[in-house]
Nanobody, 119 residues
Framework: QVQLVESGGGLVQAGGSLRLSCAASGRTFSNDAMGWFRQAPGKEREFVAR????????YYADSVKGRFTISRDNGKNTVYLQMNNLKPEDMAVYYC????????????WGQGTQVTVSS
């Protein structure tokens, strides 16, 4: 059974940093894209960042570009999201996702980790 488990969320002041981790088990994702999404209260889930498998190329939402960095450790089957200069509008539940299905959607999702940013 595939599982994605996020960790690293918490409370931080505006301007601070957090590092989220997402550990995968049940299969290897070294050749698959992995990504981060977030959902704030009353809003739809939105894309944050993606990292491809083999090449490791990255792509970010404009709202986080220059502040967030996605990376991966294939040996640990883990993807990270380093978040710097956090803003109150970054506050949300952050979800990791892995594996693209034939329709182009992520197949596996974590349970989410809360990020709270105080102003």
């Amino acid at each position: 059974q595939v599982q994605l488990v996020e960790s690293g969320g918490g409370l931080v002041q505006a301007g601070g940093s957090l590092r989220l981790s997402c550990a995968a088990s049940g299969r290897t994702f070294s050749n698959d894209a992995m990504g981060w999404f977030r959902q704030a209260p009353g809003k739809e889930r939105e894309f944050v960042a993606r990292i491809r498998g083999r090449v490791g190329s990255t792509y970010y939402a404009d709202s986080v570009k220059g502040r967030f960095t996605i990376s991966r450790d294939n040996g640990k089957n883990t993807v990270y999201l380093q978040m710097n200069n956090l803003k109150p509008e970054d506050m949300a539940v952050y979800y990791c996702a892995a594996g693209i299905d034939p329709t182009g959607m992520y197949k596996y999702w974590g349970q989410g980790t809360q990020v709270t940013v105080s102003s």
